[in-house]
């Protein structure tokens, strides 16, 4: 035996040719031995903290594995939005640009709507001041009526009067408005003056008096719009109307049977401009030779306010004004107490 494991291992000597190892029986029992001890001890040896260690390792894996492919999805969400987005960018530039012209052909519509705007200004102007000139012939008026286009013609005058009107509550046309030259102060000046003469003449404020009482309730309704000061000759030229049509017993009745009038007579009176009161007195006057309207108006004449407001127009310096207050005030006082009642 001792000549069969002595040196080394005829195996080892041929190169292991055959795969096997020659190893002593002590040796293998060892082997084992150690083997069944590390079977027993190793557990021991790789404690809680180890083996939490190996599950955290493990759980780390599978988070990466997880965060790859989550950020492999969100990059693919991120290529998604950025194509989104150049879209969208592509689409507001292209909106931006049709905004843009938009925005020019609006600017100059704009600016052709002021330059017609100003044409028909001009046109309307010379034609309405044509059309006051004429006016002031007693048969040109004459003839209007019997043509039977009035009414159309009174009807539209009483539309643009009362858009020019309430257009001074607009701040930015009260600067243009305000302008007494502008083309449309002319333009309803001498639509009110046309207005004005056609009243003037008997077979025109017979035709004012019953077939045109929307014209006669615009005029009374501007009248009480139009702030006091403000543009006076207008004032005066509607005052003048209503006073020609008060001439008409018809026009009369129709007049005072507006429950607005006498609050409307009573604050043109206190307008500050002398016009405005003269006037304003003298379709006051028309009203008070009236018995009619007397009883129409009732006790509100014998108020002692209004007397007072017309005895402070006698102190006027103008002498037209002050004649025409003295005359009214010794006509209210004429008037017995409880008129109307």
């Not at 019997?146 to 600067?175: I, N």
Request: one cysteine or more.
């Amino acid at each position: 035996m001792s000549a069969s494991f002595g040196g080394k291992p005829a195996a080892l000597r041929h190169g292991g040719k055959d795969g096997f190892v020659r190893v002593r029986k002590r040796d293998l029992e060892k082997l084992t031995t150690e083997v069944m001890q590390l079977r027993e001890f190793l557990p021991r040896v790789l404690n809680a903290d180890v083996i939490e260690t190996l599950r955290k390792a493990r759980a780390a894996q599978t988070m990466k594995e997880h965060l790859t492919q989550e950020r492999e999805q969100l990059r693919q969400e991120c290529l998604h939005l950025q194509s989104r987005l150049d879209a969208a960018q592509a689409e507001r530039q292209k909106e931006r640009e049709e905004k843009l012209l938009l925005r020019e052909q609006l600017w100059q519509s704009g600016s052709e709507l002021r330059q017609q705007a100003e044409f028909c200004s001009g046109l309307g102007s010379a034609a309405c001041s044509l059309l006051w000139s004429c006016s002031a012939r007693e048969d040109t008026v004459t003839l209007w009526v019997a043509d039977g286009k009035l009414r159309s013609f009174l009807l539209v005058a009483a539309q643009t009067l009362e858009s020019f009107v309430r257009s001074l509550d607009d701040e930015e046309a009260r600067s243009q408005t305000e302008d007494h030259n502008s083309q449309e102060h002319q333009f309803v000046l001498a639509l009110a003056g046309t207005i004005t003469n056609i009243a003037a003449v008997a077979c025109g404020r017979d035709f004012l008096s019953s077939s045109s009482h929307i014209l006669l309730d615009t005029l009374m309704k501007l009248l009480e719009l139009m702030k006091p000061g403000v543009f006076p000759k207008l004032k005066v030229l509607m005052l003048m109307a209503l006073y020609n049509v008060s001439i008409n017993v018809k026009g009369l009745k129709y007049i005072s049977g507006n429950p607005g009038l006498l609050p409307l007579v009573w604050t043109l009176l206190d307008d500050g401009d002398w016009e405005v009161c003269l006037h304003s007195l003298r379709l006051l006057q028309s009203v008070l030779l009236e018995e009619e309207a007397l009883l129409l108006l009732g006790s509100s004449l014998t108020n002692p306010d209004l007397q007072a407001l017309v005895s402070r127009l006698t102190s006027s310096t103008h002498p037209s004004l002050r004649l025409a207050a003295q005359q009214t005030l010794e006509d209210l006082q004429a008037l017995p107490q409880g008129q109307g009642v």
